[in-house]
């Protein structure tokens, strides 16, 4: 646990539930294959207090929802399976897309999975 000085408590205090600790967000950065803001994002959102209990709480919840939502190398079949089955899979990644003129339907590119092509049903995201 890290040692707060005046300052840091004062800070805590009119910031509440805006913090994100830095040495936080290198632990999950380095295991899981996100960039740091999706890291930074979790993190101030379930992590954000100066209490160990909800701190511990809250990485807990974090660390369930990379693990379950990032594509490890190898994991792409599984990933796959998965949204086969259950009809959807939630993951965390850099999704680019863009319209097919000839369709008139967005296609869009998940790289962790290696897909190309994949349609995007009307009215996703609305």
Known sequence: MIEMDQIDKKAASLL???LVRKDLV???SRQFPVPTYVVEF?????CASTKQ?????????VQRQLKSR????????????RARENGE??????ITARLDAKTDSYIAT???LRLTDVR????TGE
């Open 42 to 46: 979790l993190l101030g959102r379930y």
């Open 16 to 18: 509440e539930g805006y």
């Open 120 to 123: 995007i049903s009307p009215g």
């Open 53 to 61: 209990e909800e701190i511990d709480e809250g990485l807990e919840i």
């Open 70 to 81: 990032t594509v490890k190398a190898g994991e792409e079949e599984l990933f796959k399976a």
């Open 26 to 28: 290198r632990t999950f």
């Open 89 to 94: 899979v939630k993951i965390i990644d850099l």
């Open 110 to 112: 998940l790289p962790s």
